[in-house]
């Protein structure tokens, strides 16, 4: 499994999380709230579902990441030298992750409690994840003192299953990159034109 100088790798979660905010106040924030929910097919999600599908793992794992941090911060459970994946969560992180090219490796259909509804607040869903990304920079840079391979959390599908801290953000920041991207790929299909707003 590969092993990660833990500053080294929390650095580069955070310059990837970063780049996600730019992203979606870039491209997404001047959407109109018809834009932000037309789906291109009754079997695509909008932009708006894509990110509150996100902001749905945002509402569980944030407060485990939380309480995780805070235990290794209370209990000076420090900081190793090197941070080593675990099989599981080296899989889920490298699943979920787009690769070089944009494709996605692996597919799988979101469970119930993750999958978004239709006709959302979209600027209600836009403005919880970008709340939420700030509270996740947070977290990685509080990280940086705690032991993120000691520390656990339990997955939000299977409960008995226990990824360490830094998988966690691994697997957490790659499939937000997923479904950012696939949000990316409906934005660019929208027809803009002046003082015409796309139908949902």
């Known amino acids: 499994m590969p092993a990660f100088q833990p500053n080294d790798l929390l650095g580069q979660l955070a310059r990837e999380t970063q780049t996600l905010v730019e992203l979606v106040l870039t491209e997404f ?3 109109s709230v018809d834009e932000l929910n037309h789906q291109p097919a009754p079997d695509r999600w909008s932009i708006a ?3 509150d599908h996100l902001n749905s793992y945002g509402h569980y794992y944030l407060p485990q990441l939380e309480a995780a941090v805070l235990k290794g911060e209370k209990e000076s459970i420090r900081a190793a030298s090197t941070f080593r994946s ?10 979920m992750r787009p690769k070089a ?4 490796g692996l597919k799988m259909k979101a469970v119930k ?5 239709s006709n959302l607040n979209a600027s209600a869903v836009l403005a919880v994840f970008l709340e939420q990304q700030h ?3 947070e977290l990685l840079e509080r990280a940086k003192v705690v032991n993120i391979q000691k520390l656990r959390i339990p997955i939000s599908i299977a409960r008995f299953i226990r990824l360490s801290v830094g998988d966690t953000f ?3 920041i790659a499939h937000e990159q997923r479904h950012v991207l696939q ?4 934005s660019s299909e929208l027809i803009l034109r002046p003082n015409v707003s796309v139908e949902s």
């Open 29 to 31: 924030s001047p959407l």
């Open 49 to 51: 579902q894509c990110l």
């Open 86 to 95: 675990g099989w599981l969560g080296n899989y889920f992180a490298n699943s």
């Open 101 to 104: 090219d944009g494709s996605i």
């Open 113 to 117: 409690e993750h999958t978004p509804v």
């Open 135 to 137: 509270a996740l920079l």
């Open 170 to 172: 691994r697997f957490l």
């Open 183 to 186: 949000a990316r790929r409906v």
